[in-house]
T-cell receptor, first 111, second 115 residues
Framework: ELKVEQNPLFLSMQEGKNYTIYCNYS?????LYWYRQDPGKSLESLFV?????AVKQEGRLMASLDTKARLSTLHITAAVHDLSATYFC???????????FGTGTRLQVTL | DTEVTQTPKHLVMGMTNKKSLKCEQH?????MYWYKQKAKKPPELMFV???????INESVPSRFSPECPNSSLLNLHLHALQPEDSALYLC??????????????FGPGTRLTVL
């Protein structure tokens, strides 16, 4: 059974700073996803990583995947307040796309 | 168009009521999902429909009854719920082919309160 862990659970950071969220998973995952969720809202797809060494970037967010270490990272560059949200990573196995979510990282960017 | 719609947005019901949640997508996706999310927790998978057939039931109590009338619609029928069933119920859909990334697109959710 796939287990997904994230750390930290909560991250308070100042605007302009850089930081990384870590996502570890227990067994082979076909794909690794990153989602964003604003309070009381739904989940927005950010990235999907398919293979070892994959790197995707969108604005101030960059996601990478190391399948050998079973580790994905979400790097935040020069954080801005608009990035405040909860970020989930999720893995899946099999064609049924059964997603297993990590615990989530609540990011708070302060002025 | 990557939109999944859900109705209603909010629902308050008593433990003896029967109600239904509705989800719709017009992206041609062949897999549809129901998730339950409690506050400050990740979403938990409840059901998966693949090509209009129930393919996964994550041991969900029978007071939750899913239905997929066609490839664009997904319903969740609720009956005799308990207060602990209060949560955000999220619907999602995905293309479901191995050639694609099969990203799941989520609807806005229904906030359910059981009194």
């Amino acid at each position: 059974e796939l287990k997904v862990e994230q750390n930290p659970l909560f991250l308070s950071m100042q605007e302009g700073k850089n930081y990384t969220i870590y996502c570890n998973y227990s067994t082979t995952s076909d794909r690794l996803y990153w989602y964003r969720q604003d309070p009381g809202k739904s989940l927005e797809s950010l990235f999907v990583l398919l293979s070892n060494g994959a790197v995707k970037q969108e604005g101030r967010l960059m996601a990478s995947l190391d399948t050998k270490a079973r580790l994905s990272t979400l790097h935040i560059t020069a954080a801005v307040h608009d990035l405040s949200a909860t970020y989930f990573c999720a893995g899946n196995t099999g064609t049924a796309s059964k997603l297993t979510f990590g615990t989530g990282t609540r990011l708070q960017v302060t002025l | 168009d990557t939109e999944v719609t859900q109705t209603p947005k909010h629902l308050v019901m008593g433990m003896t009521n029967k109600k239904s949640l509705k989800c719709e997508q017009h992206m041609g996706h062949r897999a549809m999902y129901w998730y339950k999310q409690k506050a400050k927790k990740p979403p938990e998978l409840m059901f998966v429909y693949s090509y209009e057939k129930l393919s996964i039931n994550e041991s969900v109590p029978s007071r939750f009854s899913p239905e997929c009338p066609n490839s664009s619609l997904l319903n969740l029928h609720l009956h005799a719920l308990q207060p602990e069933d209060s949560a955000l119920y999220l619907c999602a859909s995905s293309l479901q082919t191995v050639e694609y990334t099969d990203t799941q697109y989520f609807g806005p959710g229904t906030r359910l309160t059981v009194l």
